[in-house]
């Protein structure tokens, strides 16, 4: 969507300076309240996922009828997804790390979805063997970050077809061709697997309830652009007799080089910090990120930086200050002068290094049970 202050948010492209605000009330989501983040801190424990805390997810559509249905013993599960066509980047992790923490937290169970033949239909430069690679290796990086083997469930498109087709013919009947084209903007050119792809993406939202013969809730955490998707599923949601996902929408991470989000073409790849990039790499593209500090030393000392422009700050934000503490003093630290753009860079770059060095361990790992998480066949106890 394109709004008057020139910036453009759409599933496929995130451009201009955004106004998060402008663009809830052109989306028409509700604003995530203090009220409703209280109720999940008391649900979750008493504290809340910085993600939360700090208003990087701001906008939701019916998560208080989730919360109430959850509060009076109905549980729900949390439903994500990756179309695999390259490395994942940090700010890939901001809705699958959100999805953990209710997993563990709130003790739901996690649905993901791999969407390598979406990937193939959509990027032709993509072959099939490479959309499966992708689709193994950032399924690889998705579980590492510490989802639980025995409550995690995998849509893998192309290997889970018969799980998910008995439910995609059905949901595929109930969706028109023209609310597709307006969605992704089809072309008499376009391949018509993107047509039907949105009714293989619509299927996990469904599933646990078509399993379980009853309705079960499901909560998609994701960024706001991706909120025109799921809009089609929540509109067909009733008709098949399934409850309408609720969503938790975040804002965009902005890019390294100071672009609104961290997306990235192959002209580009300096925007984003990629989980397999060398230390080398991530050294140059921190040093070289944007930020909001001053021409000289001087005036930085005397009149402070700006965090808020700053691509540094956003990582610091988004999932590298461990605690509340921290994050409060950098902010303050950067505003006051009293912390130079140079020292800061090193201090996130320990952080960075150290988080990579560990993700990278823990993704071996979770290649002895990967698999296992695979839906291969629909659930047993349906007409399929
Ligand atoms: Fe960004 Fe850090 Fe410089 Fe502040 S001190 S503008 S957060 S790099």
């Not at 307006?182 to 939202?205: D, H, K, M, R």
């Not at 989980?275 to 921190?286: F, G, Q």
């Not at 130079?340 to 290649?367: I, S």
Request: proline share 7%.
């Amino acid at each position: 969507m394109a709004g008057p202050e020139e910036f453009v948010v759409t599933p496929y492209e995130v451009r201009g300076r955004v106004d998060y605000d402008r663009l809830r009330e052109l989306f028409g989501t509700q604003e995530l309240t203090a009220a409703l983040l209280s109720r999940i801190r008391r649900l979750a424990g008493g504290e809340l996922h910085p993600l939360l805390e700090r208003g990087i997810y701001y906008t939701h559509r019916d998560l208080g009828t989730l919360l109430d249905a959850f509060e009076a013993g109905r549980p729900f599960f949390v439903y994500s997804g990756r179309g695999p066509s390259g490395p994942l980047h940090t700010s890939h992790l901001a809705q699958f790390e959100l999805c953990r923490w209710l997993q563990a937290r709130l003790r739901v169970p996690m649905y993901i979805q791999i969407t390598d033949d979406e990937k193939f239909w959509s990027r032709s430069g993509l072959t099939r063997e490479e959309t499966i690679r992708w689709g193994y290796e950032n399924l690889y990086d998705i579980l590492a970050l510490g989802f639980d083997p025995k409550t995690t469930r995998v849509f893998f498109d192309s290997r889970s077809i018969s799980a998910l087709y008995p439910l995609a013919i059905r949901v595929a009947r109930k969706i028109p061709y023209s609310s597709v084209k307006a969605v992704f903007g089809l072309e008499p050119s376009t391949n018509i697997g993107w047509i039907f792809y949105t009714a293989l993406q619509t299927v996990p939202c469904f599933w646990p309830s078509w399993a379980e013969g009853t309705t079960v809730p499901c909560l998609i955490p994701c960024g706001i652009d991706q909120d025109p998707h799921f809009r089609l599923t929540r509109d067909i949601a009733e008709g098949l007799g399934y409850p309408k996902p609720a969503l938790l929408h975040s804002r965009m991470v902005p890019g390294l080089l100071g672009e609104a989000a961290m997306s990235t073409t192959g002209a580009t790849p300096d925007n984003a910090l990629f989980l397999d990039d060398p230390p080398k790499v991530v050294e140059r593209k921190v040093r070289n990120a944007f930020t909001g500090g001053r021409a000289t030393v001087e005036e930085q000392r005397r009149l402070g930086a700006t965090p808020e422009v700053c691509s540094v700050w956003a990582l610091w934000r988004s999932r590298f200050a461990e605690s509340e503490e921290t994050f409060q003093r950098i902010t303050a630290d950067c505003r006051s002068g009293k912390m130079l753009c140079g020292e800061c860079k090193g201090l996130l770059l320990e952080r960075v290094h150290r988080f990579l060095r560990e993700h990278a361990e823990a993704r071996e790992k979770v290649k002895a049970w990967a698999e296992s998480t695979i839906v291969t066949a629909p659930p047993s106890n349906v007409e399929s």
